[in-house]
């Protein structure tokens, strides 16, 4: 059974672009929410869809933004780039909304 | 304000010692309790999950225990060995609202 993919695993921005993170979850699961970690802080909940529709969200500027396709696979978006979006972009999927969370490796985020 | 913290934040023991972590929430009503597991730039991974019901939950060497009472949980580990090594992380899965609540980790070394 394949586990959450996420894609790339690395990326190198300059400031001002805009990025897209790609996560397919396991194959069943319906919720995906995303997380951002950065050095020194811990996981900081991004937001969460479940059946193409977002259910919660973070506490994040409106420059991150997700979306959930019909298969569930789902992408986060960030716009005009920051130094401070360098982060470890994780992505876990779930069965249901609170059922055992998978993540995957994760995505490095470099902003120069 | 649903919270989790976690101490110590960071802990060093030698290779074959136990250790115990702890997690003091601050959630309720909530529907589980996890522990998870983040080696270096990677996601994390799933120890042990343990319902508002139960008191002890085991995997190899890792024990959890959870006292809703107290709202307190402790993650045992026996043994350690050098792959321990990782953070780890306690997960909150409150009744209402954000689907997960996490702690901000303990980092683990266990030096040979």
């Known amino acids: 059974k394949a586990g959450v993919t996420q894609t790339p695993r690395y990326l190198i921005k300059t400031r001002g672009q805009q990025v897209t993170l790609s996560c397919s979850p396991i194959s069943g699961h319906r919720s995906v929410s995303w997380y951002q970690q950065t050095p020194g802080q811990g996981l900081q909940f991004l937001f969460e869809y479940f059946s193409e529709t977002q259910r919660n969200k973070g506490n994040f500027p409106g420059r991150f933004s997700g979306r959930q396709f019909s298969n569930s696979r789902s992408e986060m978006n960030v716009s005009t780039l920051e130094l401070g979006d360098s982060a470890l972009y994780l992505c876990?999927?779930?069965?249901?909304?609170?059922?055992?969370?998978?993540f995957g490796q994760g995505t490095r985020l470099t902003v120069v | 304000k649903n919270q989790v913290e976690q101490s110590p934040q960071s802990l060093i023991i030698l290779e074959g010692k136990n250790c115990t972590l702890q997690c003091n929430y601050t959630v309720s009503p909530f529907s589980n309790l996890r522990w998870y597991k983040q080696d270096t730039g990677r996601g994390p991974v799933s120890l042990t999950i343990m319902t508002f019901s139960e008191n002890t939950k085991s995997n190899g060497r890792y024990t959890a225990t959870l006292d809703a009472d107290t709202k307190q949980s402790s993650l045992h580990i026996t043994a350690s060995q050098l792959s321990d090594s990782a953070s780890y992380i306690c997960?909150?899965?409150?009744?209402?609202?954000?689907?997960?609540?996490f702690g901000p980790g303990t980092r683990l070394s266990v030096l040979p």
């Open positions: 876990a999927s779930s069965f249901s909304r609170q059922g055992e969370a998978f």
């Open positions: 997960v909150v899965t409150p009744n209402y609202g954000q689907n997960f609540v």
